[in-house]
C-alpha cells in the first residue's frame, strides 16, 4: 500500500513539474506572468479574455433562465394587455444571451494552445486571430449580461 502511495506521489510531481510557463504563471495569482515575448504576452491576452468570459458563464445562465421566465409571465397575459416592446426586447436579449454562450462554447472547442509551435510567424498569426475573437466572445457576453440587467430590472 505504502509503494502505490510513494508511486502516486512521484507520479503527480513529475506531472506538476511539466506544466508550462504560462499555466504556472496562471494558477499563481500573487505573481504576474513572465511575459518575455510576444507569444507569451498574446497568450496571457487571450487566457485573461476566457477567464473574465468564463467567470459570466453562470450568471449567463441565470440571466437566460430570468428572460424564459419573463417571456412564460407575457404569454400568459392578454395580448391585448402584453406590452408586445418589452417582448420583442426580451426576444432579442434571449437571441444574444444564446449567441454569446454558443461563441464561448465554439471558441473553447476550436482554441488549440499548441497550434504553430513550430513556426512563430504562423504562431504569432494564430495568437491575434484567437486574441481578437476571445476579445469577440468576451465583448458578447458582457454587453448581452449588461442588456439582461436593465431589461430584467423592469419586471
Same mark, same amino acid.
Given at each position: 500500500?505504502?509503494?502505490?502511495?510513494?508511486?502516486?506521489?512521484?507520479? !503527480? =510531481?513529475?506531472?506538476? *513539474?511539466?506544466?508550462?510557463? #504560462? +499555466?504556472?504563471?496562471? %494558477?499563481?495569482?500573487?505573481?504576474?506572468?513572465?511575459? %518575455?515575448?510576444?507569444?507569451?504576452?498574446?497568450?496571457?491576452? /487571450?487566457?485573461?479574455?476566457? $477567464?473574465? *468570459?468564463?467567470?459570466?458563464?453562470?450568471?449567463?445562465? &441565470?440571466?437566460?433562465? *430570468?428572460?424564459? $421566465?419573463? !417571456?412564460?409571465?407575457?404569454?400568459?397575459?392578454? =395580448? &391585448?394587455?402584453?406590452?408586445?416592446?418589452?417582448?420583442?426586447?426580451?426576444? +432579442?436579449? #434571449?437571441? &444574444?444571451?444564446?449567441?454569446?454562450?454558443?461563441?464561448?462554447?465554439?471558441?473553447?472547442?476550436?482554441?488549440?494552445? +499548441?497550434?504553430?509551435?513550430?513556426?512563430?510567424? !504562423?504562431?504569432? #498569426?494564430?495568437?491575434?486571430?484567437?486574441?481578437? %475573437?476571445?476579445?469577440?466572445? &468576451?465583448?458578447? /457576453?458582457?454587453?448581452?449580461?449588461?442588456?439582461? +440587467?436593465?431589461?430584467?430590472?423592469? #419586471?
Amino acid at each position: 500500500m505504502k509503494n502505490w502511495l510513494v508511486i502516486g506521489a512521484c507520479t !503527480l =510531481a513529475i506531472a506538476c *513539474g511539466e506544466s508550462t510557463r #504560462q +499555466d504556472t504563471a496562471r %494558477k499563481n495569482g500573487f505573481t504576474a506572468p513572465e511575459l %518575455k515575448t510576444k507569444e507569451d504576452s498574446l497568450y496571457h491576452e /487571450i487566457m485573461d479574455g476566457h $477567464d473574465v *468570459g468564463m467567470a459570466k458563464m453562470s450568471k449567463l445562465g &441565470k440571466a437566460t433562465k *430570468g428572460v424564459t $421566465d419573463a !417571456l412564460d409571465s407575457i404569454a400568459r397575459i392578454p =395580448a &391585448k394587455k402584453a406590452d408586445t416592446t418589452y417582448r420583442n426586447a426580451l426576444t +432579442d436579449l #434571449q437571441k &444574444k444571451l444564446s449567441y454569446a454562450e454558443y461563441g464561448m462554447d465554439t471558441w473553447m472547442k476550436e482554441f488549440n494552445p +499548441d497550434s504553430a509551435k513550430d513556426n512563430n510567424e !504562423l504562431r504569432l #498569426q494564430y495568437l491575434e486571430s484567437e486574441r481578437d %475573437k476571445v476579445n469577440m466572445v &468576451k465583448k458578447n /457576453i458582457l454587453e448581452s449580461l449588461q442588456l439582461a +440587467d436593465s431589461l430584467l430590472k423592469k #419586471q
